[in-house]
């Protein structure tokens, strides 16, 4: 007993500890140069830190995720994947350039303009806040809308989250049991268990069944992350049923299911469920989190609300409810405030992770060996005070003119290149109408001008509720009086 004991202890030592040390002397990779970002980085799998004192430049985000870059993704998305790979986790430069093909057309700001409806029909024409209590969670509110109308691009379908005034949803699991699940939690607990564990890449899928056995939020977590893949299942298929019928519509899924001249696609289910997925993830959380923080900083910043707001009433009528977006798409201080929010918070805001080639590959003039994992936060390029002066302060004029478009390279809050967010026009469009509509219509109010959220880092940074007071500006008309 005790010899075997012995011998797990000295293998122990020896595979995690002492060989370790070795490689690290050794460094067959030349990465002891790097900083390390704890004492056990030079050792282990966590990250190491390069800086250089000329700062961020857009050669070394060129180099990492411009189109010409031998970097491929991370074994980080393969990790994360299911049985089949969707658009934003496929690995693989000739898969991604198919699927891309695949929905390209969909995701055209010439064809999505023709959503500018399915955009705004979620929203509630003549709502108004509660006379007798003013205060709404407008994180909640926002998100509710950010699903209903991906919903109603993506799948053509109306979900009434905004009607509902809540995330109620069905879940369907493999044995075609349904049963009611609320959207949010399931999609946030499904980020936050994964994005806690993920990073010790060949060790991710026993650390969840250990986490599942010791801890009992991390049950809860995979339980919750379960019913997210039920809620993709069953609208997928309800999707598929409506298609199967003949039902002509005009969304991200017909793109799944055949090409522009109606040849079908032949995608196996599962790659369509894994498409799916994507799209009512990424597709609803990272234009939420934007559309939160962006009144979060107009309110902090009142000089700013007011220029918007001017800009704004210039284009629409008074009695206008919810804003065209042929009228507003060109605003350009509207813009201006919506990348500005993204350069202070970008939603995703950890290093995405890229592996160089076998070959390795040069940085910013550094060589980096192969199979390195490498990478550049959004939210450390953003505040780059060399780039960005006076980086942590509210500044959308800095995006007016030919100023703002030689800041456009260091801007990566939807990442760059090949591989960059096939969805950033739509999440545009999504802030573009909801923020025109709201500043028109609604004063609102922090609970203090101090007031800060709680902010809640996956993959995301996602904020907790917000509360603000809300109401209807003066002379502005609802339809319902």
């Known amino acids: 007993m005790y010899s075997l004991l012995l011998i797990v202890t000295l293998h122990f030592l020896i595979y995690y500890i002492v060989i370790p040390i070795i490689n690290y002397f050794r460094d067959p990779k030349g990465l002891r140069k790097y900083p390390n970002l704890t004492f056990v980085s030079g050792i282990s799998d966590l990250p190491l830190i390069y800086y250089s004192h000329k700062g961020i430049h857009p050669v070394a985000i060129k180099d990492i995720y411009g189109h010409g870059t031998k970097c491929t993704k991370d074994v980080f998305y393969s990790a994360l994947s299911g049985s089949h790979y969707h658009l934003a986790d496929v690995v693989d430069k000739e898969d991604h350039a198919r699927k891309r093909k695949v929905l390209s057309s969909a995701y055209a700001i010439k064809n999505l303009e023709a959503f500018d409806e399915r955009c705004t029909s979620p929203l509630p024409k003549g709502q108004n806040p509660d006379p007798q209590d003013l205060t709404i969670d407008y994180r909640m509110w926002t998100n509710l809308y950010t699903i209903a109308a991906i919903a109603n691009i993506g799948l053509s379908e109306d979900i009434r989250f905004l009607d509902q005034g809540n995330d109620i949803i069905s879940s369907e699991a493999k044995d075609e049991t349904v049963k009611k699940v609320h959207f949010r939690d399931c999609l946030y607990a499904n980020a936050s268990a994964t994005s806690t564990l993920v990073w010790a890449y060949d060790w991710y899928e026993a650390l969840v069944r250990v986490s599942k056995l010791v801890s009992s939020t991390y049950r809860q977590k995979w339980k919750l992350a379960e019913d997210w893949d039920g809620i993709v299942n069953n609208r997928a298929t309800t999707r598929w049923k409506r298609y199967e019928k003949g039902e002509k519509l005009d969304d991200f899924f017909s793109a799944l299911m055949e090409d522009k001249a109606g040849a079908p696609n032949n995608l196996e289910w599962g790659e369509i469920v894994a498409e799916v997925s994507i799209m009512m993830n990424a597709g609803s959380d990272t234009t939420g989190i934007s559309l939160n923080n962006v009144m979060l900083l107009l309110l902090k910043n009142p000089h700013c609300l007011e220029r918007l707001r001017e800009e704004i009433d210039s284009v629409l009528e008074d009695d206008e409810v919810i804003a065209p977006y042929d009228k507003v798409k060109h605003l350009p201080y509207l813009r201006a405030c919506l990348d500005e929010n993204m350069r202070l918070y970008p939603p995703v805001s950890f290093h995405v992770p890229r592996r160089t080639p076998q070959e390795g590959t040069t940085i910013r003039g550094e060589f980096v060996a192969g199979d390195t994992s490498v990478g550049i936060s959004a939210y450390v390029v953003h505040r780059n005070e060399d780039i960005f002066p006076d980086p942590d302060t509210y500044k959308p004029e800095r995006w007016l003119g030919d ?69 209807r500006r003066a002379n502005r008309v609802c339809e319902d009086n």
């Not at 469009?429 to 001008?449: D, N, Y």
Request: hydrophobic letters at 40%; aromatic letters at 12%; proline letters at 9%.
């Open 403 to 471: 100023k703002g478009r030689d800041l456009q390279p260091y801007f990566v809050a939807f990442s760059a290149g090949a591989r960059g967010c096939i969805g950033r026009n739509i999440s545009y469009l999504e802030q573009t109408v909801l923020l025109a509509s709201l500043v028109h219509r609604f004063e609102f109010a922090l609970p203090s001008p101090s007031w800060e959220p709680v902010r809640h880092e996956t993959t995301n940074s996602n904020s907790g509720p917000m509360p603000l007071k809300a109401w």
